[in-house]
């Protein structure tokens, strides 16, 4: 390909590289411009739409960034492979999971990490102050309990695009953050139910159920996940799963299992699943994994899902999609309680995904955690006469399994001799202890390329 016809505008509001980038990724994602295509050079391009060579150069660094194109060395820029990208159609306007220790560390592996610098600060800024000169008297009114109407229609056009839930804005509630939709749910499903939890769990979800006084069993995993013949032994009403990337062994449920899951719920008219969707954003290998409740065609699926790992921790901004038997269940028991998140936040996000920022910014990310994916999965082959890897191409982190005597608590107490931090597989665990667990957990969200090169290498001395 040697030019590019892109009609700039000079006297537009929009810069001239965002243009050239805009231009260049919607033939990239509409297939007009084929995967393993050469782009012409930035000189090239420069000269043919006569603008600043840095101007392509920017256009260019975003579209490296997302991971819509890459750089051969000596050869130019190149289209990628984008299978895995996420497509967001631009709507028209409308009207951590755990605690941390004191302790500091000089490295921590944290499984729950988001990368903060790559938060898009100048966008966010620029949204909030159009939000706060819209309507200032309007914003600041009580609103709709269930959320504002606009947001919740944002939120059901990601989910069908992006992860192929088909959903109303009625079935949406939104509040602040995992721990609230959960307490409002419990208010939905009532007391006197009996919640069965993948094992290991997403502690959090777990202890919160008992703390709210339901009867909680624990249901053990294979490579599919859940297993379904311990499920129905355990008379559960509810099961709690992760089924697209499980946390945390990262397991992914096959469609065989899915189905199974959602037979063993439609045995019974009370019978309900929680689909926790934390950290589906991230896969760096293969299509993305449709959520369970894409395949829910009963009103079985409770379906969970948040901005926290994606965007932002402090937005505190999580959702659930109620099924429709359940809708009457949420209009007599809890549609009293007021809504927890701002309109102002609300709109912010909504606007957010709206305008294409929220695509922008998956893309970017994802593409940030892949690299830092691969440099561990590399610094790591020296380790591997002595472990093995699992839940690797997903979310932001992956467990190490151990098979040179070292228990979980000796691994740990190594690394932190060394002024490193890692995690044991047995903190999630509901039965299992840190004297039968081997294995521990790296999170690679929170280090930078060059400090997971310098931690590994010392793992590796200290794990021998």
């Known amino acids: 390909m040697n030019e590019l016809t892109i009609n700039l505008k000079t006297n537009s509001a929009t810069p001239l590289y965002e243009q050239i980038y805009d231009y260049i990724k919607n033939d990239i994602q509409s297939g007009r411009i084929p995967y393993g295509e050469k782009l012409p050079s930035t000189r090239s391009l420069s000269g043919y739409l006569e603008v600043s060579r840095s101007t392509v150069e920017l256009a260019y660094e975003q579209l490296l960034s997302e991971g819509y194109i890459e750089s051969r060395p000596c050869r130019g820029f190149f289209v990628s492979e984008i299978e895995e990208l996420y497509y967001l159609k631009r709507a028209e306007p409308q009207t951590g999971r755990r605690r941390a220790e004191q302790r500091s560390y000089r490295y921590d592996f944290t499984p729950n990490g988001v990368d903060l610098k790559s938060f898009p600060y100048n966008v966010w800024r620029k949204l909030s102050r159009e939000i706060l000169t819209d309507d200032r008297t309007e914003l600041f009114r009580s609103g709709d309990s269930q959320g504002e109407y606009s947001f919740r229609s944002a939120i059901c056009s990601y989910l069908y ?6 959903c109303t804005p009625e079935q949406v509630i939104v509040g602040a953050g995992n721990d609230y939709i959960l307490m409002l749910l419990s208010t939905v499903l009532g ?3 009996k919640v069965a939890f993948e094992d290991p769990a997403y502690m959090q979800a777990y202890r919160l159920f008992k703390s709210l006084s339901y009867e909680t069993v624990s249901v053990g995993m294979d490579r599919s996940g859940m297993c379904i013949s311990q499920l129905a032994g ?26 199974e899951l959602l037979k063993w719920a439609q045995e019974r008219e009370d019978r309900y699943i929680i689909e926790d969707d934390y950290d589906s954003e991230f896969r760096y290998k293969g299509k993305p994994i449709p959520a369970l409740k894409g395949y829910d065609a009963d009103g079985k699926v409770i379906y969970l899902g948040t901005f926290s790992k994606s965007i932002a921790p402090a937005i505190r901004l999580s959702y659930m999609v109620l099924p429709e038997p359940l809708l009457d269940a949420y209009n007599k028991k809890s549609r009293f309680v007021n809504s927890t998140v701002s309109k102002v936040d609300q709109l912010i996000v909504q606007r957010f995904i709206e305008e294409g920022y929220y695509e922008r910014h998956l893309n970017k990310t994802r593409a940030l955690y892949k690299s830092r994916h691969d440099v561990l999965i590399e610094e790591l082959r020296p380790l ?3 472990c093995s890897i699992s839940g690797e191409h997903a979310g932001v982190h992956l467990l190490l399994t151990f098979r040179n005597g070292l228990m979980e608590r000796e691994l740990i107490e190594r690394a932190a001799k060394r002024d490193i931090r890692v995690y044991g597989l047995s903190d999630y665990m509901i039965q299992g202890t840190k004297e039968t667990s081997r294995t521990v957990l790296l999170g690679y969200a929170n280090l930078t390329e060059e400090q997971i090169k310098e931690a590994v290498r010392i793992l590796a001395d200290c794990w021998r």
């Open 161 to 166: 695009q992006a992860r192929g839930v088909n």
């Open 191 to 193: 007391p006197g139910l």
């Open 234 to 259: 355990a008379e559960a009403d509810v099961a709690y799963v992760t089924p697209s990337h499980q946390y945390p062994t990262g397991t992914v449920m096959p469609i065989g299992r899915r189905l």
């Open 384 to 386: 591997l006469d002595i």
